[in-house]
Nanobody, 131 residues
């Protein structure tokens, strides 16, 4: 059974950077999509960045494109979200998530378009950027 544990959240000054980590236990393979989502107070959950494990193809939401990068490190069974030039609108609970697409031709865009299907979630880590 796949389990996800996020870390790295905290308070960051506007303009600063932060890297979130997601420790992955269990068997994930090339059919999996993984990603980072966030939910700000009073708002709907938003897909931030995803990666298709079959080829490590990524997709980043327009709202954070150019500032956020998703990556993974197989040797450490970890997924990362590098966040740069943070702004107050980035304040949210950030979640690591995964989904077995059962599709070996998946791509970053494929994973992002099916973000509602992600069904394995971590507990979340809070990122706060004071205004």
């Amino acid at each position: 059974q796949v389990q996800l544990v996020e870390s790295g959240g905290g308070s960051v000054q506007a303009g600063g950077s932060r890297r979130l980590s997601c420790a992955v236990t269990g068997d994930v393979n090339r059919y999996y999509c993984m990603g980072w989502f966030r939910q700000a107070a009073g708002k709907e959950r938003e897909g931030v960045a995803v990666i298709a494990l079959g080829g490590d193809r990524t997709y980043v939401a327009d709202s954070v494109k150019g500032r956020f990068t998703i990556s993974r490190e197989n040797a450490k069974n970890s997924l990362y979200l590098q966040m740069n030039n943070l702004v107050s609108d980035d304040t949210a609970m950030y979640y690591c998530a995964a989904w077995n697409s059962r599709n070996f031709m998946n791509s970053g865009l494929y994973c992002y378009e099916r973000r509602a299907d992600f069904d394995i979630w971590g507990q979340g880590t809070q990122v706060t950027v004071p205004s």
